[in-house]
């Protein structure tokens, strides 16, 4: 009996994305990464601001400084892309002023992420979604305006070992219907 995973291409790529953090060095080819990136543009946003922006950092020193900025989480590196998600704060709080910086352009950018790392798994990379660096170090590293601020460092490459989901809490556990 066939079940709902088996059924669905993008179940299954929710149910098979996991953070991957040793990676082969294979390239990733250009095609690839323009999928991914397609996918991410495709992400809803507030009053479709679409306050993305994507750095695609392939020079390993850069990836270096963005691994030390990201607190020595060394795989950034090793990755053979990192990823660097950029909210274009102006795009946003031109229409809804602060509640446009410190909320919509954070929730557009993790939609447009998420589409991204789904769209990597289809492809049979691996990713992990980097969330802990200090953004000024980031910002630095990568001479950006002060209008673009870092939300995320996705990090992107074939997988080097074979990495298992974790579990998940039940949705009885986390569900509440009212009807």
């Known amino acids: ?4 995973r088996d059924s669905f291409p993008l179940i299954r790529a929710i149910a098979d994305r996991v953070s991957v953090r040793q990676f082969k060095p294979t390239p990733i080819p ?14 809803p946003s507030a009053g479709n601001r679409q306050p993305w922006r994507f750095l695609v950092v392939r020079n390993p020193g850069l990836r270096q400084r963005l691994a030390q900025a990201a607190h020595g989480q060394s795989f950034v590196a090793a990755a053979p892309v990192a990823v660097v998600i950029l ?6 709080e031109s229409r809804y002023g602060s509640r446009g910086t410190s909320l ?5 950018t993790a939609a447009a992420i998420q589409n991204l790392l789904l769209t990597a798994v289809s ?7 980097v969330g802990a660096f200090a953004e000024d170090q980031a910002a630095a590293a990568l001479d950006l305006p002060s209008a673009l601020r870092p939300v995320a ?6 997988p080097a070992g074979v990495t298992r989901a974790r579990e998940r809490r039940p949705l009885e556990e986390v569900v509440e219907f009212r009807d």
Request: proline letters at 2%; glycine letters at 8%; hydrophobic letters at 50%.
């Open 30 to 43: 250009e095609e690839h990464l323009r999928a991914m990136l397609s996918a991410a543009i495709q992400a």
């Open 123 to 129: 492809l049979g990379y691996g990713t992990c979604w």
């Open 153 to 158: 460092i996705i990090a992107v490459g074939v």
């Open 1 to 4: 009996m066939m079940t709902t």
């Open 87 to 92: 909210a274009d704060l102006p795009r946003t």
């Open 104 to 108: 919509y352009a954070l929730q557009d």
